[in-house]
Each structure stands twice: as C-alpha cells, then as structure tokens.
C-alpha cells in the first residue's frame, strides 16, 4: 500500500486542522493505520492508531481529549482531526499502516508501510 499525508499548514494556537491520509490499494480495509509525529530536534513519537475495522482507537496522553482519528475505507482514507491545537504540536506528521494484528500501536518498528509526512505549524 502506499500512504500519502496532507493537511498540514500554519494555524494559530488554539485552531484546528484535519489531517488526511489517503492509500492506494484494494485492500486498504485490512490495514490497522497509526499516526506519528517528529518535532524539530526530536525522536518520532506515537500520536494516534486506529484498528482495520475502526472499532478500537488509540492516542497518546499529550494527545487525549484533543485529537481524534477515523477512517473511511470506501475512500480510501484515514483521518487525523486535530483540535485546540499548541505549540508543542509543531512537527511533521507522518501516517503508517500494518495489516494483520496491531499488539503494539504505539511502536513505530510494527508499521511497514509509512506515509512522506505533513508539516503542522502552531504558531502565533
């Protein structure tokens, strides 16, 4: 499958921005979707995942009660809806994809397929 991430741009403190993630392929139902984020001078972290069926979601702690994830397999697509947004947001967003079981959403090494990346900038 390949990934490929838009939605990025510049939005002041406290906005919003939906993140996309659109893959090619027939199978994309079959395929658990995370995202992940690097920030400038930092390590990739987990952001948010989301099982094949979109029955269960997962999001980091930095994250939680202000970002969530969804999908829509008849587009394909996956979706990162990111609300009141920080500073500490800033970073390149990245969505990843594995089929198959998901015991680990939070770590980067069981994703094998990963999108180019998509710059958000918080910033006033």
């Known amino acids: 499958v390949q990934l490929q991430a838009s939605g990025g741009g510049l939005v002041q403190p406290g906005g919003s921005l939906r993140l996309s993630c659109a893959a090619s392929?027939?199978?994309?139902?079959?395929?658990?979707m995370g995202w992940f984020r690097q920030a400038p001078g930092k390590e990739r972290e987990f952001v948010s995942a989301?099982?094949?069926?979109?029955?269960?979601?997962y999001f980091a702690d930095s994250v939680k009660g202000r970002f969530t994830i969804s999908r829509d397999n008849a587009k394909p697509t996956v979706y990162l809806q990111m609300n009141s947004l920080k500073p500490e947001d800033t970073a390149v967003y990245y969505c990843?994809?594995?089929?198959?079981?998901?015991?680990?959403?939070?770590?980067?090494?069981?994703?094998?397929?990963w999108g180019q990346g998509t710059l958000v900038t918080v910033s006033s």
């Open positions: 989301i099982t094949w069926s979109g029955g269960i979601t």
């Open positions: 392929g027939r199978t994309f139902s079959r395929y658990n």
């Open positions: 990843a994809a594995v089929v198959g079981s998901l015991p680990n959403p939070t770590s980067q090494s069981v994703y094998d397929y």
